[in-house]
């Protein structure tokens, strides 16, 4: 392979003049580099945060603003629910997928409730009130959610189900728009400011410099066309995002999501993982995605949705990512709701804002005739509807455990929204860090001065998601890499 100077280390010794120095340099302000900038200030040290936009926030701006957090929180209890560490282990274990790290998760459920007080204590704030209609976010400003699919099966008879979605209070919130994620970085970078954080904006970062023991000792990057220095006294904590938006990373190690990336943002282009790729740093998961499916929950719950053999794959009241990885990943990207006239009616009057409500595709008189515009093969969609329709009217889902407020037959007239190609997603692998945010070569070590977290790392998800897992481990394991940074 052709070296990549944009990333090919830059000896220290060549290095004349540093245009900045800070104890801690920080690339990245979205949530994890202000987790990292809050507690590296707290710890004594003079920090610089390196942002390649004209402003802070990064993807956790634009996000509906889930934190993942459990254990028995403050706000868990003040909405009457229990839950404990060992509870929401058994959930992590089961739900971030194959390979996930059970020694990570341990250690992040162990420390949520404290990380909760935490962002309380950085002025996020939380109404104690909880939402329990479906959805891929609440609708007001309701702080407490199901966000894994925590209540559904299989993971309602693995771990007691408790909502674990922690959404920072917002006024005049508009999904897809405006959410919640903005009230998470504002106090957070408020609080880092306060501490003596400082920033420079429409900087990209490019070059990790090194010395000629191994250390690094800053950045090289870019600013409106000319190229700085940043020196870094005691560490760089690299928080540049996921490699969502990096075409050629996609398509050499996640090829399954390429041309749909989703829930991201352009700037997550993977450039600190390949920056600390070129000082021999170690990987993990980099397979691993998050898949989230174009279509209103509301929606979804009111009808079954169908494979390309007419047959029920998931149970349509679960976590609408985990929908979306089955579709993508065990069906082809191929899925149709088949949803009746009533049904359709009900979820277009629910509290849903409507963003992604689909009209049926086809809409007939019977199954049969359904099946037949569709194209599904002779009958196979006439024996799912059927068994589904038998076992409904007694309130069971025996084939598939959807909850029992959900179910009532499919009647007529009857539709089919045509879900194919409908699904999108964002990479879950990166740099393969301590649990102090230190970066790790593939030779085990870590990279002397050089730190990591958020979605630039290999964090609580692999094979599988949860809504607010990249705010939550991005923040948690963000205040370790800037705490660790700031020691030297």
């Known amino acids: 392979m052709t070296p990549q100077p944009d990333v090919v280390p830059v000896p220290a010794a060549s290095i004349t003049s540093w245009d900045h120095e800070a104890d801690v340099v920080i690339a990245g302000y979205g949530v994890a580099g202000a987790a990292a900038a809050v507690e590296a200030t707290r710890a004594g040290a003079d920090v610089l945060v390196l942002e390649r936009t004209g402003s802070w926030g990064g993807a956790a701006a634009m996000a509906g603003g889930f934190i993942y957090l459990g254990g028995g929180t403050p706000l868990q209890k003040a909405c009457g629910f229990e839950d404990s560490v060992d509870n929401m282990a058994a959930f992590l274990n089961a739900a971030m997928g194959p390979g996930a790290d059970e020694r990570r998760i341990a250690d992040y459920c162990a420390g949520s409730v404290e990380h909760f007080d935490w962002l309380v204590g950085c002025d996020v704030p939380f109404k104690a009130e909880f939402f329990g209609e479906p959805g891929w976010e609440p609708m007001g400003d309701q702080g407490l959610m199901y966000s894994g699919g925590e209540n559904s099966y299989p993971f309602n008879t693995i771990a007691t189900p408790a909502p674990r979605g922690h959404v920072p209070q917002m006024s005049n919130k508009k999904q897809g728009e405006s959410s919640a994620g903005y009230m998470l970085m504002k106090p957070l970078v408020e609080t880092a400011t306060a501490a003596g954080a400082r920033a420079i904006y429409d900087i990209r970062v490019q070059n990790l410099i090194v010395e000629s023991d191994g250390r690094v000792a800053g950045i090289r990057a870019r600013q409106y066309g000319t190229e700085l220095t940043i020196r870094a006294r005691r560490g760089v904590v690299l928080a540049t995002g996921s490699f969502a938006y990096n075409e050629a990373m996609v398509a050499q190690y996640a090829p399954r999501i390429a041309g749909r990336p989703a829930a991201s943002i352009e700037q997550h282009d993977g450039q600190a993982i390949r920056m600390a790729q070129a000082l021999g740093a170690d990987l993990a998961h980099m397979d691993a995605t998050e898949v989230a499916i174009f279509i209103d929950p509301q929606q979804l719950v009111r009808g079954i949705l169908v494979n390309g053999r007419g047959q029920r794959f998931v149970a349509e009241d679960t976590y609408p990512g985990r929908v979306g990885q089955l579709t993508l990943y065990h069906q082809d ?156």
Not at 351 to 372: F, I
Request: glycine content about 14%; charged content about 15%; hydrophobic content about 40%.
């Open 333 to 488: 990207n191929t899925a149709y709701l088949i949803i009746d006239g009533d049904a359709q009616e009900a979820a277009m009057a629910s509290l849903s804002p409507q963003l992604m409500m689909r009209p049926p595709t086809w809409v007939c008189e019977s199954v049969a005739d359904l099946e037949t515009e569709i194209g599904l093969a002779p009958g196979c969609l006439q024996a799912t509807v059927a068994a589904y329709n038998v076992a409904a009217e007694r309130g069971e889902d025996p084939l598939l455990h959807k909850k029992a407020q959900w179910l009532r037959p499919i009647g007529s007239p009857v539709g089919a929204v045509d879900l194919r190609e409908s699904t999108g997603g964002f990479t879950l692998g990166g740099l393969q860090t301590t649990l102090d945010g230190e970066v790790l070569h593939v030779s085990g070590a870590p990279i002397p001065g050089l730190y990591a977290a958020g979605r630039s790392t290999a964090g609580l998800a692999a094979w599988g998601y949860a809504s607010g897992v990249s705010l939550g481990d991005g923040s948690f394991y963000g205040r370790r890499a800037g705490r660790q940074a700031a020691k030297g």
